[in-house]
Structures are given as structure tokens and as C-alpha cells.
């Protein structure tokens, strides 16, 4: 019996433990936050002429928005560089509002995948952190549509947590499209208005 608790580890040892592992995820967050800085400023060095070539084509500006937002948003936590894309159809197409209204709809869509992702594996991630501290908060219809709309709407390259939870939480679709939309459109809005102001 002693050597039973001789053997199991001090709270001490676990805690040791434990700050690897913290200065771990850190990094990882902090390396893809910088790899998305680094793609977004690569993108801003594509030819002006590339993209303005699509402005002979009419719509096509705008449902490359929506293809580019969509396929961005549709992979799960890989920093793809749609912000700097955005601000150079604004400042091609000359319509800050048109292209943040496409390309948020194509990023809702492609966030969907995340919604979809926690409606079937809801067992999957019910012990992160992340699961329970949004689950205190997700209570209410408005409280849950105004978190997803705060969590959507700045650059958050994490925001498919919120949106696997949400499915795992079985959160109506509604809601979830709704206040990721909203969220959307403020957060293109913003760099669709940057490019075409500054590009």
C-alpha cells in the first residue's frame, strides 16, 4: 500500500507535466497564426492584372468570392490566405459591400463542414476544453447566436471549435448559418473595404 502511493504522481509532477504540453499548444497557435500572416501578405503579391482580368467577366469576381471563401472556410483549422484575396477582388470589382456579401456567404458554407463535423461526432470532442467552456454558454438561442456572431466576425483561425461544438450540441442550422453570416459579413466587409480604400 505505501509503495502504491509512493508510486502515483504528486500533484507537483502532474502539474510539471502539464506546462509542456501548454507551451506546446502555444507555439502550435502561435505558428499558425504567423503562417496565416505569411500567406495573406504572399497573396497581396499576386499581379493586380490577374485578378483584375476578372472584372472583364462580370459576376465571376463575385462567385470567386464566394469559391474562394467557401473552399477556405471548408478545411478544418489550415490558415488559407482568403482575407488578402478578398481585399484585392474589393479593390478590383470596386464593390466593398458585393464582395463581402458573397464571400461571406461562401465562408458560412464552408463553415458548415465544421457544424456538420460535431453533429456526427459528438462523442469526439465532449472533453476539451474549449467543449465545455462554450457549453456554459451556449444556452439560450440569443446568447448562442451573439457568441457565434462575436467568435465569426474577427479574424479567428479557431473558430471551427465553435462550430463543431455548436453541432455537437445539436444547435439548430438555422442559427448557426445566421449568426456565422452576420459575423462574416462584418469580417469582409473590413478587408474588402481596407482593399479597396488602399489597393
Not at 502561435?30 to 492584372?49: D, G, S, T
Not at 490577374?50 to 459576376?59: D, E, F
Request: proline share 7%; hydrophobic share 55%; with cysteine.
Amino acid at each position: 500500500m505505501t509503495r502504491m502511493i509512493k508510486d502515483s504522481p504528486s500533484p507537483a509532477d502532474v502539474a510539471a507535466g502539464a506546462r509542456p504540453a501548454q507551451r506546446s499548444a502555444i507555439g502550435r497557435i502561435l505558428l499558425i497564426i504567423a503562417l496565416a500572416l505569411v500567406l495573406n501578405l504572399l497573396v497581396l503579391r499576386i499581379p493586380r492584372a490577374w485578378i483584375a482580368a476578372l472584372s472583364a467577366y462580370g459576376l465571376l469576381g463575385y462567385l470567386a468570392a464566394f469559391v474562394i471563401t467557401a473552399m477556405a472556410n471548408a478545411s478544418v483549422v489550415v490558415p488559407v490566405p482568403y482575407p488578402a484575396l478578398i481585399a484585392q477582388l474589393a479593390s478590383v470589382l470596386g464593390n466593398p459591400l458585393g464582395v463581402a456579401l458573397a464571400g461571406a456567404a461562401g465562408s458560412t458554407l464552408g463553415e458548415s463542414t465544421a457544424f456538420l463535423v460535431g453533429r456526427a461526432g459528438k462523442h469526439a470532442i465532449a472533453h476539451t476544453r474549449a467543449y465545455r467552456w462554450l457549453c456554459r454558454h451556449l444556452h439560450s438561442p440569443w446568447r448562442t447566436w451573439l457568441l457565434l456572431f462575436v467568435l465569426s466576425a474577427p479574424p479567428n483561425p479557431f473558430f471551427d471549435v465553435a462550430g463543431i461544438t455548436a453541432g455537437s450540441l445539436g444547435l439548430p442550422y438555422w442559427l448557426f448559418l445566421s449568426a456565422t453570416f452576420a459575423g462574416r459579413v462584418v469580417k469582409l466587409l473590413f478587408f474588402a473595404g481596407l482593399g479597396a480604400q488602399f489597393l
